[in-house]
């Protein structure tokens, strides 16, 4: 169970995309990256899904019924190198909030859309494109081109690193077959999990003989 002192309680809330067309009720928590984990655990059985900040046409940041996590971002969450020429972003920074910390160095990101108002991690899950979409090189293309990895995090808090070419394509199958998730990669943090209670189905006798 999660610490509700730890991590905000969820509110209802109605959300859309940018059309403002149709409007669903849902869980709404705003969550940053350390709590993230113990978010995705207790979700109900309705499911859940991400959200930055609404700036998709269509539905794809809803959950009708269930929980939406709304991806807060943290002051250090933009890491700079200047020698590889890389920015390392969490999925709830915005690209707003990206070029004030590029642009003063003469930077600027290489795709962008009509607003500068959408998260990273919305940017990558849409494959988003500006003007200079029909260009193949170094600046054209759809944002999932710029890319270099990313740290995806599953279902059950493990994070998996994507994109370094570290691993073959069978190792998805792989990691399923040894029944081991310490063979998917590290797991998530654990600030923000406490331990409140443990608590078994009354038909499970744990600590005592059945009658």
Known sequence: MIDPEA???????????????A??????IEVDA?????AIKELPARGGIA????RSYGDPAQCAGGRVLRLVPSGDEI?????AGTATVGAGVSIDELLR????????????????????????ASDIHGKNHHQTDTFGGSFGNHVVSLRLM???GTLVEVGRGARKPAWAADVLAATDRGAAGPTA????????EVKYPDHIYISQPPP
């Not at 890491?79 to 020698?83: G, H, L, R, V």
């Not at 943090?189 to 409140?196: D, E, H, R, S, T």
């Open 7 to 21: 991590t905000p309680a969820p509110r209802r809330a109605l959300l859309s995309g940018w059309g403002r067309a």
């Open 23 to 28: 409007f669903t009720s849902c869980e709404l």
């Open 34 to 38: 350390e709590h993230l984990a113990a």
């Open 51 to 54: 959200r930055g900040l609404g």
């Open 79 to 83: 890491t700079i190198d200047p020698a």
């Open 101 to 124: 910390v590029l642009v003063p160095r003469g930077w600027f990101v290489p795709v962008t859309p009509g607003t500068r108002y959408v998260t990273i991690g919305g940017a990558i």
């Open 154 to 156: 599953l279902a059950d």
């Open 189 to 196: 943090p654990p600030q923000g999990l406490f331990l409140v």
